[in-house]
């Protein structure tokens, strides 16, 4: 039975992906760094795992390879994993912009690239971009730099593997109830109830919002046409002025 890939799988959006295909019955494979997440993870869904740091092609060529055989090849990929720093652009350090670059930007061509060879007719890859990519807050240049380029990224390989029967998209998440949000909480960088203030739905996205459009995007019938595409799941918040 062919798999579905999530890289980030062992935590916050990713996690909710992988159990969201888990229950319909679909299979799922995590990619993450940290073993012991994954480990928990397969246990609490039935996933299968690997280890893999996406900021290094070799290790996820082997990774996606690996998973691919024992699957029989892939349905579908997800590219999960991502980060943030925040801090003014005019002191932001190299390091920080280097990290954000490599995971959610580089990272995500990596895991697309190792994939590719795998996906069967009819597959979908679905890129976690943000609203970010279209709306900017200060301090994030190197976030909002790196999500803008994914959805660069899902235009350019839908347009090149569409002959393939690959259908590539793009999941832009408004400020989702993630662990990774309620850190930039807990560490005074954003604000709750702000943000919330501005959003017309009345509340942040949550893991299950971007999970069920995942889904859609990912059934090769439901989502056969739409290729190229970035969905803003974001209730209304980045048309709300």
């Known amino acids: 039975m062919s798999v579905v890939v999530i890289t980030g799988g062992a935590a916050g959006l990713g996690r909710a992906i992988a159990a969201k295909l888990i229950s319909k019955g679909a299979a799922a494979a995590i990619i993450d760094r940290d073993a012991t997440l994954c480990e928990a993870v397969a246990e609490e869904t039935g996933a299968s795992w690997a280890v893999a740091d996406v900021t290094d092609p070799e290790q996820m060529r082997r990774a996606i390879d690996g998973l691919a055989d024992k699957h029989d090849g892939l349905s579908g990929l997800v590219n999960s994993a991502g980060i943030t720093r925040t801090g003014p652009s005019e002191s932001f350090s190299t390091a920080d912009w280097k990290m954000v670059i490599d995971v959610d930007l580089s990272g995500t061509f990596y895991a697309c690239q190792a994939a590719y060879r795998h996906l069967l007719p009819g597959s979908g890859i679905v890129n976690i971009a943000s609203i970010a990519a279209t709306r900017v807050m200060p301090g994030r240049a190197a976030y909002t730099s790196a999500k803008a380029a994914v959805v660069g990224l899902t235009k350019s390989l839908a347009v090149e593997w569409a002959a ?78």
């Open 164 to 241: 393939s029967n690959i259908r590539v998209n793009a999941i832009g998440p408004a400020w989702a109830d993630t662990a990774l949000f309620r850190g930039l909480i807990d560490r005074g960088v954003v604000d709750l109830q702000g943000i919330t203030d501005k959003i017309p739905a009345g509340r942040l996205c949550s893991e299950d919002d971007v999970a069920n459009t995942a889904l859609y995007l990912l059934d090769s019938e439901a989502a056969s046409f739409v290729t190229g595409q970035t969905i803003y799941v974001d209730g209304g918040y980045l048309w709300a002025g």
